[in-house]
């Protein structure tokens, strides 16, 4: 089993930057990618981006591509979503997740963090 928890969350204004963390625990060893989702009030879950736990071959929704960063620290067992440019838009709850090489799908989730954008 893997444990993972975000933080980082909180309220910016438009244009702001934030950076959102995912600590990871438990057999993180078994991981082979970790995602970001988000989900805003009253829409689906959204994908953001992904990242493989190796901390290479990131991938991006094409609204954030440009604006959103994912990175590794394998270290601390932690991934990072940098977020820089924020618009009001972005205003969602953040989740992490994670998946071993053989699940079909992710897995593992978060509790979720809130980011709130203001205009």
């Known amino acids: 089993q893997v444990q993972l928890v975000e933080s980082g969350g909180g309220l910016v204004q438009a244009g702001g930057s934030l950076r959102l963390s995912c600590a990871a625990s438990?057999?993180?060893?078994?991981?082979?990618?970790v995602g970001w989702f988000r989900r805003a009030p009253g829409k689906e879950r959204e994908f953001v981006g992904a990242?493989?736990?190796?901390?290479?071959?990131?991938n991006y929704a094409d609204s954030m591509k440009g604006r959103f960063t994912i990175s590794t620290d394998n270290a601390k067992n932690t991934v990072y979503l940098q977020m820089d440019s924020l618009k009001p838009d972005d205003t969602a709850v953040y989740y992490c997740?994670?998946?071993?090489?053989?699940?079909?799908?992710?897995?593992?989730w978060g509790q979720g963090t809130q980011v709130t954008v203001s205009s």
């Open positions: 438990g057999r993180t060893l078994t991981l082979s990618k």
């Open positions: 997740a994670g998946k071993t090489m053989t699940m079909p799908a992710y897995g593992y």
């Open positions: 990242i493989r736990w190796s901390g290479d071959s990131a």
